[in-house]
């Protein structure tokens, strides 16, 4: 029998309802996130305060500050906090309390401190939503020590990887793409959870291998399709956790096909895709058919109008020609 299909905010809705269930500790803040106030923005936290009481479902005020650092507080004294920054262009008002705080407490107390907090974030181009709304900012919470940052591609996905940031027990930036919110996959199974820091190949191939994390995923699945039709077999590999991000798993898959593309929907610039970059050149060299190639969007804000948002996101055609490239 064919598994249900449900959306990434049904599968979000659900992982966040097991893991309160299973543990007492779980507490939920955020602008909106109780019943009264319709379950958050989006409604992924609808129905939570009603089953849960307002003692562990907090509506907050509009002060990222105050979520982060009461989040925080709770997490050093026991809890396991979930909090919901409504973008994640919106976390930057809170980056001192996730960079100097929640970030650097286990280490500055010499591990006797720790941290078990989620911080749950939404961004995305594809609404017109523009620059201070839609931009993927991994790569600044990557490069700070301490913190764990992880994105699904799937309703499954999404929801056994935010069970695993919530029982984990340092802070863990949770990235969800809110063009996917309404899409539909397969309903993740009860009780699922994914291990952080270990990648999965989404598709298998011999040719060229696309390293990308999140909405982009779906594309190169899409760019492998295009390509199937000339006898391009694509190997996409979905990381999961950017940061710890999986060596082995992404440096087997390349040294496979000898060739790479690196995949994201952030600012190419400066982003993920040049760390993998440097150390697939870095560990393979000799083995590389071709450098490897990095997609991305351009250097600018998210642009408000249609035509010019749409040419901002990497889209299947933007893969292809790098696949393209690795393959001269």
Known sequence: MAQNKVTTLQAINTALHEAMAQDDSILVFGEDVADPEEGGV??????LSTEFGESRVR???ISEQAIIGAAIGSAMAGMRPVAEIMLMNFSTVAMDMIVNHAAKLRYMSGGQTAVPLTIRVTTGAGF???GQ????LE???AHTAGLKVVTGSTPAETAGLLKACI???DPCIFIENLPAYWQKGEAPEPGQTIPLG?????????????VTYGPQVAVAEAAAEQLAEEKITVEVVDLRTIQPWDRDTVLNAVAKTGRAVVSHEAVRAFGVGAEISSVIHEELFDQLRAPVQRVGAPSTAVPYSKALESAFVPDADKVVAAIRKTLK
């Open 139 to 141: 790569a600044w919470f």
């Open 59 to 61: 509506s907050t005020p």
């Open 133 to 136: 709304h839609s931009d993927y």
């Open 42 to 47: 989006n409604g992924a936290t609808r129905g």
């Open 128 to 130: 017109g939503t523009a």
């Open 198 to 210: 270990k990648a999965r190949i989404a598709r298998e191939g011999s040719d060229v291998t696309v």
């Open 167 to 169: 029982f984990d027990d």
